[in-house]
């Protein structure tokens, strides 16, 4: 059954997902929006904070940052800045994901955004965890039960500031724009539509069936190749 763009999926469609890992989820979009195979996933490396933790999805919240160089604001805008991204931090649907974007190109997280302090903050306004193209720091000392995935671990902030928030973000090759369900582990993250939240358990258990399967073949003593064909040809589609 399809669903309306504009009806959000709720918490226990939302656990429901949580339920598998993010490489599942892919291959569940396959069968479900054959179109996204190729898109709406991160492409490039990200250190998992704590690899343990079971995947979170969340609602999107977006923003795009610099440390590379001081705010060319003035003190009074930095703030105010800052003071309305928390309004928009703790706005709208719940749990959320804080996708972050590193502008300072080939030097992103050159200073951390992320460390004790942020990370407290953000779990204390509703986020899962954090997926950034910059840096983290503070490990030790980050707040419980809030996961990260960064492309990169540094000591400082440097001059890090928010630019602005709310539109749309790139993180390592995974568009989001701001409300989008991302579902996200130690393997990536990916955008989930809207619309496939609530067929995508029925195809992620589907695809483990079929995998299943496959293995049961493969992890035989006896396994062969023309034995592996054959349950092959048994399947409509192997992920």
């Known amino acids: 059954m399809s669903r309306s763009s504009a009806e959000a999926p709720g918490l226990q469609e939302l656990a429901a997902l949580a339920a598998f890992d993010t490489s599942t989820i892919c291959n569940a979009l396959e069968v479900v929006v054959p179109e996204r195979r190729g898109t709406g996933y991160t492409t490039s490396f990200l250190t998992c904070g704590f690899p343990d933790m079971k995947p979170i999805v969340g609602f999107a919240r977006t923003a795009r940052i610099r440390a590379k160089a001081p705010p060319a604001a003035s003190a009074a805008a930095v703030r105010t800045l800052r003071h309305d991204y928390y309004r928009y931090m703790d706005a709208g649907p719940k749990p959320s994901i804080v996708i972050i974007q590193d502008l300072d190109g080939s ?21 899962l965890g954090v997926i950034t193209n910059g ?105």
């Open 107 to 127: 030097e992103a997280g050159y200073g951390a955004f992320w460390g004790e302090v942020q990370s407290a903050i953000h779990r204390g306004l509703g986020a």
């Open 135 to 239: 840096s983290v720091r503070d490990i030790d000392q980050w707040a419980p039960g809030f996961q990260f995935l960064a492309a990169k671990i540094g000591p400082s902030h440097a001059y890090v500031n928010l630019v602005d928030f709310g539109g749309e973000v790139e993180v390592m090759g995974m568009a989001v724009r701001s409300g989008d369900i991302v579902h996200a582990d130690r393997h990536g993250a990916v955008v989930v539509p809207s619309s496939a939240v609530r067929d995508l358990p029925a195809a992620a258990q589907r695809v483990a069936a079929r995998e299943a399967r496959i293995l049961a073949v493969a992890r035989a003593p006896e396994c062969t190749a023309e034995r592996l064909i054959d349950v092959f040809n048994r399947e409509d589609e192997i992920h």
